[in-house]
C-alpha cells in the first residue's frame, strides 16, 4: 500500500506543543521591538510531529511505501493519513477534500486530539477518525481500514517500548533547529514518558487519559544514538510533560547518556518540584542545556480556580537560580488573559517574571482547547469560535474587564518589556551565548544556590551543586525509599493538590 502522511507548517504552527493542538509563533506586535522578538523565532524550523516520524517507522515495517508532503496533496496514494492542529483545521480540511476529489478511491485517516475531541469538524467528509493514539496503528491498521462507521477506537499503546523507533529520514532532519534550548544542531523530538497525572482544568494534556507511562531508559538510549548515527542529531528535545516524575528512572537515563560515544544537548519538560538540585546536576552533567516549567501566574487564588497546583514563590525563585548557576537554560511559561482578568493582573504576570527572570519567558493567552474542563465550564466565555485564532497568541474570551484590543496590547507588552531590560541581558548573557562561561561571564551566580532556602519539602537537601560528581547507578538504587521509585506511590503523592 502506498502511504501519504499530510502536513502543513503554514501559520508557523508546531503540531507537537500544545498537547497535540498545535502552537503558533508570538505575532510581533508592540513595535519594532515585538518584531525583533518574532524575527528571532522565525530562525527555528521545529521537528515534524513525532507522531508521523512513528508512522513513518511503522507503517514501513508492514510493508507499506510512506511520503511526506507539506501542503501538496499527490495523487495516487492508496491512504492519506492527516495529523490537523486546531488553527490549520481549515487548511486540513481543504486538503482531504482535494483528496476525494482527485481520489475518490483513497481512504483518509484523521489522527490526534482534535480528531479525538472534534469529530463533527471533520462529519461532512467521507474520512475515518482514529480515536486513542495513532500509533496503534501500527498493530491495528488492518482492523481501522476494515471498519465500518466514520470513527474507530484504538486506545492507547501500553506498552511504548513495544513501538518501531521512529524514522525521521522522511522530513529532511538536517534542518531541524530549536535555538532557545539548543546551540548544538539538528534536533530531534523524543519521549521518556507520555501522558499527566494531574488535573488543571485547561490542560490539553489529559483529554485524552489521565496517567502516565513509561519507555525504559534503554530503548531510550538506543533510539538517541540511532539518531545520532543516521542522521546525525547533537540534541534532542524531550516531549513529556513530567519529564522527572519518576526518579529512579531519570537517574538510570542520566547514566546511560554518560555512556555515550558524544556527548549530546537535551532539553525537558516538567515541574518544579520533580528536579531536585541533584538530578539537575547529574542530568547537566551528560548534556541537559535547557529546562521548560510552567509557572502561569502569581495568584494562587487563579490557580487553584482552575484546579493547578501552586508552587511556593521561594522554590520557584531557588529552582530560577539553580539553573542559572549551572549553566542550565529556564524556559518559564506564563499565562494571561484569563476571562476574570484586569490589566493590573497582566502587568502582575509581567512584574513577576521580571522578578524571576528565567534565560527565556513564553507569554500565552489562556485558549479554551475543546475537549478540556475549562472548554466546557466557559462556553458562554467564548467570544470567537474561529478555531484558525487558536494559536496561543491569539484572544479568543469574554473579559470582564477587558476588549481584545486590550488584551493584544498587553501581551505584547509582556513580550517587549520583559526582553528589553539590562537585568534580563546582565543575568542571562552567559545562558544565551554559553561561550561567555568559558570566559568568567556568570562566575558570580556560583554561590547563589547556597544562599538561597532550602528545596521543597518533596525534595530533600543536597551537597553543592556545582562540586558534585557524575552521579553512578549504583549510587541511585543504594538511596532506597528516597528515591521514590514506585510509579504508583509517586504519581498517588504529587497528584494531590495545595
Known sequence: MHIVLWDTRKRDVTKDMGGGYGMGKYHGLGGVRGKIIRHLSLRDRRPVALLFAYLASSFRQLGHTVEYHEDTVPVGADLYVFYPSIFTIDLEREAMKRVLAENPQARILVTGVVGHTMPEAFADLDVTIVRGEAEQLYWKLDEVLAAIGPTVEVGSVEDLDALPLPDWSLFQPSRFRIGYDFTRFPTAFIQQSRGCTFTCNYCPYIVIENRTRFRSPEGIVEEIRRGMREHGFRSFKFRDPLFGLNRRRVMELAELLGRLPRKIQFSIESRIEFLRRETLVALRDVG????????????????????????????QHQFVAACRELGIRSVAG???????????????????????????????????????????????????????????????????????????ALHAKCFTQYYFRWPYLLENMHLLWPTLRKLGVGRRYRTVIEDTPALPVEQPAATSCHSLPTISLDAVKQSGAEMNSSDEQQQSSDRACA
Do not use: C, W
Request: hydrophobic residues 30%; without cysteine.
Open 334 to 408: 506564563f499565562m494571561v488573559g484569563f476571562p476574570e482578568d484586569t490589566a493590573a493582573s497582566i502587568r502582575s504576570v509581567l512584574q513577576y517574571a521580571k522578578k524571576l527572570n528565567p534565560t527565556y519567558a513564553n507569554f500565552n493567552i489562556v485558549t479554551p482547547y475543546p475537549g478540556t474542563p475549562f472548554y466546557r465550564e466557559n462556553q458562554d466565555q467564548i467570544s470567537d469560535v474561529s478555531f484558525t485564532k487558536y494559536d496561543m497568541y491569539t484572544p479568543v474570551m469574554k473579559y470582564e474587564h477587558l476588549t481584545h484590543e486590550e488584551v493584544s
Open 288 to 315: 541537559l542545556t535547557s529546562v521548560t516549567v510552567g509557572i502561569e501566574t502569581p495568584d494562587d487564588q487563579t490557580l487553584r480556580q482552575y484546579r493547578r497546583k501552586p508552587i511556593p514563590e521561594d522554590h
